[in-house]
């Protein structure tokens, strides 16, 4: 292959559309592998509870909207539909369930993609595994001791498994904050617990707002840094509903707890809150293990950026990572990976189409409005 994309969610699938349009054709020029059973990126495990209108902006993939959707259906419904139309409609061709387990040197120039169905051979590769498959848990004393239940967002399963319970949500970011929201109806009691004072922000998350973050993520990749929370640029946007919950205590924040005992969490001021069950809101990392062969990573635990492009070898480019790690962040940045690898390759595949227009014929019948 010319590309290998690892990865089939908002990022993959817009670098997957690029190539299409710039003459790559699938299986021949290009392959899309990913590892989830159905289309949908992350969004397919998104909890049934995250329904299409609580999510903040979803932005469409290139060339075929998103209109029309139903607010009250499940996110998951929504988006994996849609997905899967789009990976139709462009003749995509997605390989799944594939596995990337390792990336490697062929020792000739190209990489060697290592999987559980084979290992492709490719010139460059767009990497967009996203960070759904890497939940971040923290370590605290005491917590294999725990006698209720814990859940990572990545597994949660909605408010009703703790109806009547009293629960502990721990993480400052909007997941944590939307388990809260809906928990604290049907339990018995909640507590917020989060590392650093949450800090809301007022008025609408607005393009300059959504501009200035990418650029404080953006700086950090460039100095070859870690991306940092989501949360941590961003603030907590207001919501009408975020301020009845805050005013009515559910949002009142209490600092990380010292330790986890059989029946709840513990404070060295003595401190003690009874639970049946712990949410962990604490977020993701990049899920790029098996890059690890290509030692990218800098000395300050990051990988350099220049754009999509790691700096220490331009044939990787990584997409809806750090700066493009939203559904607008990472459908552009499948529109620069694709033009920066066309310049790598130094050539363009043939049958290389010169008009602007996807390459098949799009009826924009979306499955939103389906
Ligand atoms: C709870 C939650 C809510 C969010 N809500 C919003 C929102 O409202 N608006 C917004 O703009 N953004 C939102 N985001 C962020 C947004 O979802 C992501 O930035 C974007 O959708 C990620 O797209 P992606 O293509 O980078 O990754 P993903 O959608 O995670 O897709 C990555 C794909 O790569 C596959 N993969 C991973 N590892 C491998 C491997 N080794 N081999 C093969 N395949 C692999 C995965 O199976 C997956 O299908 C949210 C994130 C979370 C966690």
Do not use: C, K
Request: no cysteine; charged share 25%.
């Amino acid at each position: 292959m010319d590309v290998v994309v690892v990865g089939a969610g908002q990022a993959g699938l817009s670098s997957a559309y690029h190539l299409r349009r710039a003459g790559y054709e699938p299986g021949r020029d290009f392959v899309v592998l990913d590892r989830s059973p159905r289309p949908g990126g992350a969004w397919q495990f998104r909890w049934p509870t995250l329904t299409y209108g609580r999510v903040h902006g979803m932005h469409s993939l290139p060339g075929m909207e998103l209109a029309g959707a139903d607010p009250q259906r499940p996110s998951s419904e929504v988006i994996g539909g849609y997905f899967a139309d789009y990976e139709r409609a462009f003749g995509l061709r997605v390989r799944r369930p594939v596995r990337v387990r390792a990336v490697r040197e062929a020792g000739d120039g190209r990489l060697l993609v290592e999987t559980d169905a084979g290992v492709w051979a490719a010139r460059a590769l767009i990497n967009a595994t996203g960070t759904w498959d890497r939940p971040y848990w923290p370590r605290v004393r005491g917590q294999e001791s725990f006698a209720g239940r814990q859940f990572h967002t990545s597994r949660y399963p909605g408010p009703g498994l703790f109806a009547g319970e009293r629960v502990v949500v721990v993480g400052g970011g909007t997941s944590a904050v939307q388990h809260l929201l809906e928990i604290a109806p049907v339990a018995a009691a909640t507590a917020w617990v989060t590392r650093r004072e949450p800090v809301f922000t007022e008025g609408p998350f607005d393009a300059e707002r959504g501009r200035a973050a990418v650029a404080l993520v953006e700086e950090r990749v460039r100095d070859g840094l870690p991306p940092r929370s989501v949360v941590s640029v961003t603030g907590l946007p207001m919501t009408e509903e975020m301020r009845r919950a805050r005013d009515s205590g559910v949002l009142r924040r209490l600092p990380m707890f010292d330790r986890i005992t059989p029946g709840g969490v513990e404070w060295d001021d003595g401190r003690f809150i009874a639970a049946d069950g712990i949410v962990w809101a604490t977020g993701f990392r990049p899920a790029i293990g098996h890059l690890a062969p290509l030692r990218l990573r800098e000395p300050g635990g990051g990988i350099r950026m220049d754009g999509t492009r790691v700096v220490r070898d331009p044939r990787i480019h990584l997409v809806g990572y750090g700066p493009s790690a939203s559904t607008v962040g990472a459908s552009r940045a499948g529109r620069a990976a694709v033009r920066a690898v066309r310049d790598i390759l130094g050539r363009s595949p043939e049958g290389e189409r010169t008009s602007g227009e996807p390459p098949v014929g799009v009826t924009a019948r979306g499955t939103a409005a389906r």
